[in-house]
């Protein structure tokens, strides 16, 4: 049979007489894609899954981005049970696949098929991990439930990006469990005594300034927040040095700090400030300076709206709710951002602490780096 009788035979659908025909040509040939091709195809019609497959894997060895090919494989692989390998090259085609306007009608029919089968398959899958961890009950942990979430594609990776100093070998960790923290609860106790502190600092205007300030260095950023009160801070310490007139206010906040890990580096750390966040304000997705320091907030006046989405702290994948009187800690070195799209400030007393990690040595070391690189002059 010569190659234009195999052909007419395979148009005809008469798929046995040209399968002979075409196996004796691809024999032949062994660099003619298109016997190969339409040996494939005949053999698809026969039901002969295994030189079928054979046949598009020897198109595939000859030509990797064949558009048919690779579809042909991912239906083959679909037929005989294998549906996460036959989504795989349904992908692959779409990939690879001439733009839309080099499409022709057929092609974007077939490449629709395609991505409908693909994510088909891809909600199988993710349905099955799901079951199964869920039915092992490790969906219950944060952790276990984020590098689900990471592997289907629901959130990204998020690591330690501090813009001015990266201290190696530290944990990857969004947000810390407040339990793990001997000085929390003692912190938590005095909640109304240091919320009835902050509300009495709201009425004195001059207390609060903006959070973001340009100073007397160039202005880098076109944040709308620059110099805006919207987001503003009162501060009881301000880079290691207590502001007296504040704190003096404010006994009851000043006696809760004592005892805890907060950073110190003369002319640095730590800060210790309230922050203010007005409604319909929202902070950008940001890094922090450095990866050494946890940022600790204690919720103090909280409006209502955190449950529906209005108000929230995101730290990498972790969504955060204030709540008046729960400490959230937090690495501010992975991106972060805020919101209040409530009709009332929020208000959380916010200070640094030592990254538990850090040994005593590493801690001087961490301090001698700032001291010795004018960190002092780079706003926290």
């Not at 750390?269 to 997705?285: A, D, K, N, Q």
Request: glycine share 6%.
């Amino acid at each position: 049979m010569t190659r234009d009788e195999a052909f007419a035979a395979l148009r005809r659908g008469d798929f046995r007489a040209a399968k002979q025909g075409l196996e004796v040509l691809a024999a032949a040939t062994p660099s003619d894609v298109g016997v190969w091709m339409a040996l494939a195809v005949a053999a698809q019609n026969l039901s002969d899954c295994a030189l079928a497959l054979t046949a598009v894997a020897h198109v595939l060895d000859l030509q990797p981005r064949n558009v048919a090919a690779l579809l042909l494989k991912a239906d083959l692989l679909a037929a005989d049970g294998a549906p996460r390998e036959a989504a795989a090259f349904y992908n692959a085609a779409v990939r690879v696949a001439p733009p839309p306007d080099r499409q022709s009608p057929a092609m974007a029919r077939e490449l629709a098929r395609a991505r409908d089968a693909a994510d088909a398959a891809r909600r199988r899958y993710e349905q099955g991990l799901h079951d199964a961890l869920a039915a092992a009950g490790f969906l219950d942990d944060p952790r276990y439930r984020q590098a689900h979430d990471i592997l289907v594609g629901r959130a990204q990776v998020h690591v330690q990006q501090p813009l001015f100093f990266y201290f190696p070998g530290l944990p990857q960790r969004q947000v810390y469990d407040r339990a793990a923290f001997d000085w929390v609860p003692g912190l938590e106790a005095a909640t109304a005594s240091i919320a009835a502190e902050a509300e009495a600092l709201l009425g004195d205007t001059a207390a609060f300034r903006p959070y973001m300030h340009a100073g007397d260095g160039p202005r880098l950023t076109d944040s709308p927040l620059l110099d805006n009160p919207d987001w503003s801070a009162c501060y009881l310490i301000e880079r290691g040095r207590v502001v007296e007139d504040n704190a003096r206010r404010c006994p009851a906040t000043m006696a809760a700090l004592a005892g805890l890990p907060l950073c110190k580096v003369d002319g640095n750390m730590p800060s210790v400030l309230f922050s203010l966040l007005r409604p319909g304000t929202r902070i950008e997705p940001h890094h922090g300076l450095f990866n050494t320091r946890l940022i600790c907030h204690l919720p103090l006046i909280v409006p209502a709206g955190g449950e529906d989405g209005k108000l929230g702290l995101r730290v990498g994948n972790t969504v955060c709710q204030w709540r008046r009187g729960e400490t959230i800690i937090f690495d501010d070195s992975i991106e972060h951002e805020a919101w209040n799209e409530t009709e009332a400030p929020r208000v959380v007393l916010l200070f640094d602490i030592w990254r538990p990690e850090l040994t005593d040595r590493d801690r001087a070391f961490v301090a001698r780096v700032f001291e010795a690189s004018g960190m002092a002059q780079i706003s926290a």
